[in-house]
């Protein structure tokens, strides 16, 4: 039988097998199974959105930051929604899966997966002779997506080049030694050197921003509700795919036009020419490399503006633990754009030692733009702790300034019953999906306050382009993160005059050293310079202390936790608990307060959407309004008052006997 999701199960069922037979081994048998399904019951967080999106006009942007036409600042919790969701999901549950998008706390979601060649159909068809047209009936479905989004308050990005490939009736030139023997050839690397690459690129990208949604009336390039365009994903030369190019790796015409170009660069611009074609090394091929690109997202963005389209430009991301010598040709677009996927047990890296999710992320923070995170997660799949992520992502982001983040991914499957587990689609994954709401007020409703202070990373041009600078190689990177905010600037380089050298005067910024540590040599913690979150790596806890969210992450030891309001006793060795203001006001003056609990669920079955999933118990101690009552608005649940007493103005409530509600209310 054909099955929609059969590629992602094989890609996944290995590392599956190896790491969720672990931890269903270690599992307790009393584990109830469980799953999560549009039918679940979750908070409504819609009321943070605007309705329809769109309404305060284009989004632009103002320094480091995202505003509207009329002025009104903006941030925005997304995700992503690719592959068979898009094509797959039928119109009741489009409108369906938009409302509940926007009930989790989400106002953005980007498009991604729509062209991919291990997607079918996809937006050129099933199985497609051609990728030079669009199939109407999949772009009307992408129409109606865009349409409920809009409806929701919820804002759209789209890529414009994911995972096309090209087919030998689409005209590209020299295609039998791109495609070698193969009917279909890959673009990415070989787009910044081939005109025919470029122009069927260039093409695709008008008719798609021409489009126009037959339900709202505008085409893509005209929707205020679409924020931004993504020229291309994870495309660079700088670090993963200059090496392509080299004469040695069998692509002779190709080849012979990156060395045409790297010996014109190198001769302009006195460099030696033996170094400047040699893409795995530091130097001047970083300068040449970067050039290169931003040649041709020049040219690229300037056919995105032809149609008519005014929003923000990403021309490509900081991804897959590049350096900073990837960033300069990110300028073009006007907004930086990054990736990073970290790993289980996160919460317990010493930062003197190892670099996290987190650290990549920070990097591409260029002083005086935007920065948008398309793509975070926890790359273990299903990890035990992937439950700590979405707090810790959220507060980072709030405390560090950034402007747009967006998880990968609400789903990658169609979402018309069961979605099955694996780690591009949270919608059904509890581990992920309880804390969302958590992580949205967090960020969205300004619980945590930007750092008080800034580093910024500011080497000159020489050491920028002539040395690794990354999380990896930089303790100074990683012990100030979770401290203060940073900054990455851009160098004087005569041989990049488009480059805009970064500006620091007036600001009260302090020089990161890349090479020495900002945390106390026997410290097993990092705090927040605002004194609002920590993590205490060698307990591995992460902890939000702030009048109006409370929360702990990660791991408990059998004692309990206290912050200022709450005390945590929790029995299990892991959970992640946040109790939170809904009405801005302290949580001893709060007159409706949401508890967030999640823990450990562990996938059954690649091809079974049940988890097994670890009752919470303990007890919870909290500092409020004698008169509010604990309600679980689950339907499967019912009445929780019996896990509710108030003596002297705490509220205790027993978790062992919520019932297994995930979101409770003191209201």
């Excluded at 190892?354 to 799949?381: C, F, H, K, M, Y």
């Excluded at 562990?602 to 604990?630: C, K, Y």
């Amino acid at each position: 039988m054909r099955n929609i999701h059969s590629i992602l199960f094989t890609i996944c069922l290995c590392l599956f097998t190896l790491h969720s037979d672990r931890d269903v081994a270690e599992a307790s048998e009393d584990w109830p199974l469980d799953k999560i399904t549009l039918r679940t019951a979750t908070p409504d967080l819609s009321g943070l959105n605007h309705k329809p999106a769109g309404i305060h006009g284009r989004v632009m942007a103002q320094g480091d930051q995202l505003i509207f036409e009329d002025g009104t600042p903006i941030r925005f919790w997304g995700a992503n929604l690719q592959a068979y969701a898009i094509y797959f999901t039928e119109p009741r549950n489009i409108k369906a899966h938009a409302k509940r998008l926007a009930q989790l706390g989400f106002n953005l979601v980007r498009i991604h997966h729509h062209d991919s060649d291990w997607v079918q159909p996809n937006i050129f068809g099933e199985n497609a002779k051609t990728t030079t047209q669009l199939n109407p009936a999949w772009l009307n479905k992408l129409d109606q997506w865009i349409t409920a989004l809009k409806d929701e308050g919820i804002y759209i990005w789209l890529d414009l080049h994911v995972g096309r490939r090209f087919t030998a009736s689409d005209g590209v030139e020299n295609f039998e030694e791109l495609a070698g023997g193969q009917d279909k050839a890959d673009a990415v690397g070989f787009n910044f050197v081939s005109p025919s690459i470029e122009r069927l690129m260039q093409e695709f990208q008008t008719a798609f921003l021409s489009h126009k949604n037959k339900y709202t009336g505008l085409s893509y390039s005209e929707e205020p509700a679409v924020i931004a365009v993504q020229i291309t994903n994870e495309n660079d030369l700088t670090h993963h795919f200059g090496n392509i190019l080299l004469p040695d790796k069998g692509v002779p015409r190709h080849s012979e036009t990156y060395m045409a170009l790297a010996n014109a660069f190198a001769k302009e611009h006195g460099f030696d020419a033996e170094r400047t074609w040699r893409a795995w090394e530091f130097g001047p091929s970083k300068i040449f490399l970067n050039d290169l690109e931003h040649k041709f997202f020049d040219r690229m963005a300037q056919s995105v503006r032809d149609t008519g389209f005014d929003g923000l430009i990403s021309t490509t991301s900081l991804w897959g633990e590049m350096s900073i010598a990837g960033l300069p040709s990110q300028m073009r677009g006007g907004i930086v754009d990054t990736h990073s996927y970290g790993w289980e047990g996160e919460i317990d890296f010493d930062p003197r030692q190892r670099a996290g999710l987190l650290d990549w992320l920070a990097i591409a923070q260029v002083d005086g733009l935007p920065l948008s995170v398309s793509e975070w997660n926890i790359g273990t799949t299903l990890a035990e702790d992937r439950f700590v992520a979405p707090v810790r992502v959220a507060a980072m982001a709030a405390f560090q300034g950034w402007d747009a983040m967006m998880v990968y991914g609400y789903s990658q499957q169609g979402l018309n019953g069961n979605v099955f587990p694996e780690n591009w689609s949270i919608a059904s994954d509890p581990g992920m999906i309880w804390m969302m709401p958590a992580a949205a007020i967090l960020y969205r409703a300004g619980h945590i306050r930007q750092a008080e202070q800034t580093y910024a990373l500011c080497p000159d041009a020489s050491d920028f382009f002539g040395r690794s600078i990354a999380p990896d190689t930089s303790i100074g990177i990683r012990t100030i993160i979770e401290q203060s905010r940073l900054v990455t600037c851009m160098p004087e380089t005569p041989a990049l005059p488009w480059l805009t050298a970064t500006n620091l005067t007036g600001k009260s910024y302090q020089d990161l050293d890349p090479d020495r540590s900002y945390l106390k040599s026997r410290s097993g913690v990092v705090e927040a310079d605002t004194g609002e979150f920590f993590r205490a790596f060698e307990k591995g806890q992460f902890v939000v202390n702030i009048d109006n969210s409370q929360i702990v992450a990660g791991r408990f030891h059998g004692e309990p936790v206290k912050t200022s309001n709450v005390e945590f006793n929790v029995d299990n060795p892991m959970a992640a608990i946040a109790v939170q203001s809904l009405d801005q006001s302290a949580l001893t003056q709060a007159r409706r307060i949401l508890i967030s609990i999640s823990g450990r669920a562990i996938s059954v079955h690649p091809e079974d959407e049940n988890f097994r999933i670890e009752p919470i118990t303990g007890i919870l101690r909290i500092q409020a309004r004698p008169d509010l009552e604990l309600i679980s608005r689950d339907g499967r649940v019912g009445d929780v008052s019996a896990a509710h007493t108030v003596k002297d103005g705490v509220h205790e409530i027993d978790l062992g006997k919520v019932k297994g509600s995930r979101w409770l209310y003191l209201e």
